[in-house]
């Protein structure tokens, strides 16, 4: 039971390029978020998915997508990479995102956008 | 704008003793709140959830609510220098969805 996984731990971008952040969990939740966490500030949420086949913009939504590819599965892509987005990723997942939902979360991902 | 708002620290507190961490939120509706524990250059790691005002006591670590002052604290009692860490304190909206603090970073000395 590997619980949440992210590929890539690491990852360096030119401005511009793109990329896909990837995340899967084996915990049968329903609901699962992309996080950025920058110093200084606390975790803020980029976009969910409450159930599959459902996405919802959170906090922070400009440049990024996300795909739930089913039920294990939520992708974070960039489209064009711009340093402000330099920033660890995590993914994290929840049972049904109710009021006492408690959510896991990922290892992370480092970008750093050059 | 929703708040959750944690002094930065750190706080520096001997091994053996308690260690408390506060964390107060604006969002007066919030029903549930949580605090995790990040070590540095790893994830969030849920400690304990608090729904109802009062204590909830859970090992060395006890959850303290009061929703009429709107704030939530934890309590580590004994100390161990394992537990140096940054903890964050998470409130959960009206929205459903998680408003973070930016985190306490606590300092263990033996």
């Known amino acids: 039971n590997a619980g949440v996984t992210q590929t890539p731990k690491f990852q360096v971008l030119k401005t511009g390029q793109s990329m896909t952040l990837q995340c899967a969990q084996d915990?049968?939740?329903?609901?699962m978020y992309w996080y950025r966490q920058d110093p200084g500030m606390g975790l803020r949420l980029i976009y969910y998915?409450?159930?599959?086949?459902?996405?919802d913009k959170g906090e922070v939504p400009n440049g990024y997508n996300v795909s739930r590819l089913n039920k294990r599965e939520f992708s974070l892509r960039l489209e064009s990479a711009a340093p402000s987005q330099t920033s660890v990723y995590f993914c994290?997942?929840?049972?049904?995102?109710?009021?006492?939902?408690?959510?896991?979360f990922g290892p992370g991902t480092r970008l750093t956008v050059l | 704008q929703k708040e959750v708002e944690q002094n930065s620290g750190p706080l520096s507190v001997p091994e053996g003793a308690i260690a408390s961490l506060n964390c107060t939120y604006s969002?007066?509706?919030?029903?549930?709140f949580f605090w995790y524990r990040q070590y540095s250059g790893k994830s969030p790691e849920l400690i304990m959830s608090?729904?109802s005002n009062g204590d909830k006591e859970d090992g060395r670590f006890t959850a303290q609510l009061n929703k009429a002052s709107q704030y939530v604290s934890l309590l580590i009692r004994d100390s161990q220098p394992s537990d140096s860490a940054t903890y964050l304190c998470?409130?959960?909206?009206?929205?459903?969805?998680?408003?973070w603090g930016a985190g306490t970073k606590l300092i263990i000395k033996p």
């Open positions: 994290a997942s929840s049972t049904r995102g109710g009021a006492r939902d408690e959510q896991f």
């Open positions: 915990m049968n939740h329903n609901s």
């Open positions: 608090i729904y």
């Open positions: 998915s409450a159930s599959e086949g459902t996405t």
């Open positions: 998470a409130v959960r909206g009206s929205n459903y969805q998680l408003i």
């Open positions: 969002d007066r509706v919030s029903q549930s």
